[in-house]
């Protein structure tokens, strides 16, 4: 498990990952697991740890259709 400053060059792109898949999550499930992403991001910023599994979730709710 990495922080999100260990993962990400910079920490808009983090911030677009969240807000992409904020945009795109389909169910409840997808819209909790991003609010509770965002929540962590608002309250560790580039601090909040991000493991691999959580960072393919994000990614792949970002690039639903």
Do not use: P
């Not at 990400?8 to 819209?31: H, I, M, P, V, Y």
């Not at 909790?32 to 979730?57: E, I």
């Amino acid at each position: 498990m990495s922080k999100v400053n260990e993962i990400f060059d910079e920490t808009a792109d983090f911030d677009a990952l969240l807000s992409s898949a904020d945009g795109n999550a389909k169910n409840d499930w997808e819209r909790k697991f991003v609010d509770d992403m965002r929540v962590r991001y608002d309250k560790y910023g580039a601090d909040c740890y991000l493991s691999d599994r959580q960072r393919d979730v994000l990614e792949n709710i970002a690039q639903e259709k």
